[in-house]
Each structure stands twice: as C-alpha cells, then as structure tokens.
C-alpha cells in the first residue's frame, strides 16, 4: 500500500518553484539596485571628501560668515544650543 496523503501533487510544487524562481528574480533585482544606489553614495561621498580637503581654512571661515550673515536667526539660535551644551559638558 502507497500512502498518497503525503505526496505533493505535481502541479502544487511546480508552482511553488516558479514562485521560489520568481523570488530569487525579484531578489536579484534588488541586490542590484542597492549596490548601484551604494555606489553612488560612496561615489559622492569621496567627492565632498576631496573637496573638503582641498578648501582651506579661510574658504570654510568665509563660508560660515556667509551664512551667518544669511540666516542670522538660525545662526543665533545654533550659537545658542552650542553654548549651552558647551556650558553642560564643563559645568564639572
């Protein structure tokens, strides 16, 4: 006697490797894309990189004067928040 209850019929586990075949697909896809979208975030990164290293000191003190000079609410409220941190880190 051959127990057929535990068979799986051929056509459930033909679907179920074109779904599994499907996912792989769909998973590659994806791979793929995370490794373009990482490549262009380390791409950028390594530009800003060397552009900061090629600005000198007074090019970012001209920089943040433009901007204070720009926002100067925004400024004010920035210097604000670093000198009360500032004041909490060396109160001990």
């Known amino acids: 006697m051959t127990d057929t209850n535990n068979a799986i019929p051929d056509s459930e586990s033909s679907g179920e ?6 996912a ?6 994806e791979l793929e894309k ?3 979208f990482y490549e262009k975030v ?6 800003r990189l ?3 290293r090629q600005t000198s000191v007074g090019d970012m003190i001209d920089g943040t004067l433009d901007a204070v000079r720009r926002h100067p609410g925004a400024s004010l409220t920035m210097a604000a928040l670093v000198g009360v941190f500032l004041g909490r880190l060396f109160r001990r």
């Open 34 to 36: 995370a490794q373009a």
């Open 17 to 22: 490797v074109c779904s599994a075949a499907e």
């Open 24 to 29: 792989l697909k769909l998973a590659k896809a």
């Open 42 to 47: 380390r791409q950028e990164a390594a530009e």
């Open 50 to 52: 060397q552009s900061v």
